[in-house]
């Protein structure tokens, strides 16, 4: 059974730094891995998708990199500002039209 | 604008008592999905659906129930067998094949009374 694992639990950091946050899953046999963010009390938006055949997407200021072999994906933040504070999720999904399976996220509070 | 609406925003269950959650799209999305949010915890699927009229069980579908008569349409039943039903719950939709990412509604939080 896929498993998704994010540390840290929770990244505290100063304005203006840049910052990697980690994913790593079980089964590397992944139609896709995506990334999302979800503040306090609301749904999930989603910020970038990978698919299985590629290493990386950019979206701005954010890069997620994905190496299926190792079962590992980064999303990096650069620039950081206090309005990135937020939890990320990242899921992967299967193939077969498997649901999602997500981690548990990255709790990121960037201070002014 | 496209997108998934989810009613109400927040909800009281007295014990003994069934209550639905409903949750819209208008996005011709095929799939649709049940999860349940903890403090601390990710999120846990509850129910999909990937066509009109068939439903399959997450990985905490005891005490839930659902319906898929319409396509834009994914209603969730938590009923009294659901001991610990405090939660916020997330709906979302998705096309089938997976090369596009999935929505989210805005969830609605469920409290005991």
């Known amino acids: 059974k896929q498993e998704v694992t994010q540390i840290p639990a929770a990244l505290s950091v100063p304005e203006g730094e840049n910052l990697v946050l980690n994913c790593s899953f079980t089964d590397s046999a992944i139609y896709n891995l995506q990334w999302f963010r979800q503040d306090p009390g609301k749904g999930l938006t989603s910020l970038l998708l990978i698919q299985s055949s590629q290493r990386e997407q950019t979206s701005g200021r954010l890069n997620a990199s994905l190496d299926k072999s190792s079962g590992r994906s980064t999303l990096y933040i650069a620039a950081s500002q206090p309005g990135d504070s937020a939890t990320y999720l990242c899921?992967?999904?299967?193939?077969?039209?498997?649901?999602?399976?997500f981690g548990k996220g990255t709790r990121l509070s960037v201070i002014a | 604008d496209g997108g998934i609406t989810q009613s109400p925003k927040y909800l009281f269950r007295k014990e003994g008592q069934n209550v639905t959650l409903s949750c819209e799209q208008n996005?011709?999305?095929?799939?649709m999905y049940w999860y349940r949010q903890d403090p601390g915890q990710g999120l846990r699927l509850i129910y999909y659906?990937?066509?009109?009229?068939?439903?399959q069980k997450g990985d905490i579908a005891e005490g839930y129930s659902v319906s898929r008569e319409k396509k834009e349409s994914f209603p969730l039943t938590v009923t009294s067998a659901q001991k610990n039903p405090t939660a916020f719950y997330l709906c979302?939709?998705?096309?089938?094949?997976?090369?596009?990412?999935?929505?989210f509604g805005d969830g609605t939080r469920l409290s005991i009374l």
């Open positions: 996005l011709n999305h095929d799939a």
């Open positions: 899921a992967v999904l299967g193939s077969g039209n498997t649901p999602l399976v």
């Open positions: 979302a939709s998705s096309i089938l094949g997976g090369d596009q990412p999935q929505h």
């Open positions: 659906s990937q066509i009109v009229n068939d439903f």
